[in-house]
Nanobody, 124 residues
Framework: QVQLVETGGGLVQAGGSLRLSCTAS????????MGWFRQAPGKVREFVAA????????QYAASVKGRFTISRDNTKGMAYLQMSDLKPEDTAVYYC?????????????????WGQGTQVTVSS
């Protein structure tokens, strides 16, 4: 079992940066792929980024590629999402999630463990 807590959300102006952190507790963090998803008001939750358990493979949604960077530190049980050049359309609640390592990393239905979410608001 893995428990996840996101921190680092807030209000930022367009063009600014934020770093989200996801703290994991429980065993075997290093065996889970980690993903970030987001849900904007009135929209369905969508995939943002994911990193393989080993840290050597990452995947991004087209809308954030080149602006966001996902990383992890297995020694600390942490995952991160560095967000740069933020846009108003990035405004959403951001969720950290964990899945037992698999071939597919961008499918919400495969993630078994979820954090409570952290709000990111980008003003224009």
């Amino acid at each position: 079992q893995v428990q996840l807590v996101e921190t680092g959300g807030g209000l930022v102006q367009a063009g600014g940066s934020l770093r989200l952190s996801c703290t994991a507790s429980g065993r075997a963090f290093s065996t889970y792929d980690m993903g970030w998803f987001r849900q904007a008001p009135g929209k369905v939750r969508e995939f943002v980024a994911a990193v393989r358990w080993s840290g050597d493979t990452t995947q991004y949604a087209a809308s954030v590629k080149g602006r966001f960077t996902i990383s992890r530190d297995n020694t600390k049980g942490m995952a991160y999402l560095q967000m740069s050049d933020l846009k108003p359309e990035d405004t959403a609640v951001y969720y950290c999630a964990a899945q037992k390592s698999g071939f597919v990393m961008n499918a919400e239905r495969l993630y078994e463990h979820w954090g409570q979410g952290t709000q990111v608001t980008v003003s224009s």
